[in-house]
């Protein structure tokens, strides 16, 4: 579904990605790893289009997303939970839900019923600012407002990081809902091993720039977590 090849990304004299091969298939999520300030984000950047390649090249299903503009993204099927979650605070949960429909080509109506659905708590809290959320209820939003496009590919950055155990949970039986019953493709970045376990059939490693590592998830074993993921 999403094919990237040789992917070389700089701040100014910096050399960040370095030769970025990673292949996420259709219908299963691939959890992307590494340590802190390894290039993660950076790659996530370059796939959303808010960062431009030095060289190398993006494929979505078929489309050479390379040097394409970033609005072009969401009406091509991508939908992005960016690290920290972006929330408009001083905007109702439902002005920053409709600010994700504002993105897409694809003309939608409105918020599509699944999104209130899949998290009841953003329907009860529709009027309330973003900014008055709890955290985890936050993260729920920013995955609402990557949703409200029915996207084919989501791609999450790290949304368990600074949030309660139990709505960690939820997140993570969101996630199979929308892999197991809508049929989406999940392009995750995490570093809970254990939350990783229980939602990802591929991983990546990342490591300086480069995927050094990759496979399905029953070979990610003792040996590649001391080597690449704990500090
Ligand atoms: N806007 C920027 N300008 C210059 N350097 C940057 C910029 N953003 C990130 N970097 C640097 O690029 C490298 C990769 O950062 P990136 O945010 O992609 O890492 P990450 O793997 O997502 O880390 P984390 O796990 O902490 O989120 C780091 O060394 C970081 O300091
Ligand atoms: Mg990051």
Request: a neutral charge.
């Amino acid at each position: 579904m999403l094919r990237i090849e040789h992917l070389h990304q700089y701040y100014d004299e910096s050399h960040i990605l370095r030769d970025v091969g990673l292949h996420v298939p259709h219908g299963r999520c691939t959890c992307l790893m590494g340590r802190n300030g390894v290039g993660k984000t950076t790659l996530l950047g370059c796939i959303m289009g808010l960062l431009r390649p030095a060289s190398g090249r993006i494929d979505f299903r078929g489309t050479d997303l390379t040097r394409a503009a970033a609005e072009q993204r969401a009406g091509l099927g991508i939908g992005y939970v960016p690290q920290g979650r972006q929330i408009f605070s001083r905007l109702t949960v439902r002005e920053n839900l409709e600010i994700g429909l504002a993105t897409g080509r694809r003309k939608k109506k409105g918020i599509p019923e699944i999104v209130f659905e899949l998290f009841p708590v953003l329907a009860e809290m529709q009027g309330r600012r973003g900014g008055d959320l709890s955290g985890g209820q936050q993260q729920q939003l920013a995955i609402g407002r990557a949703l409200v496009l029915e996207p084919e590919l989501l791609i999450l950055d790290e949304p368990t990081e600074g949030i309660q155990p139990n709505i960690v949970q939820e997140i993570g039986a969101i996630i199979t809902r929308l892999i197991d019953e809508m049929g989406m493709t999940v392009l995750l970045v995490e570093q809970k091993l254990r939350f990783v376990r229980a939602v990802a059939d591929r991983f990546a490693i990342m490591d300086r720039g480069s995927i050094v590592v990759h496979g399905g998830l029953e070979q990610l074993d003792d040996h590649l977590v001391r080597r690449y993921l704990t500090v």
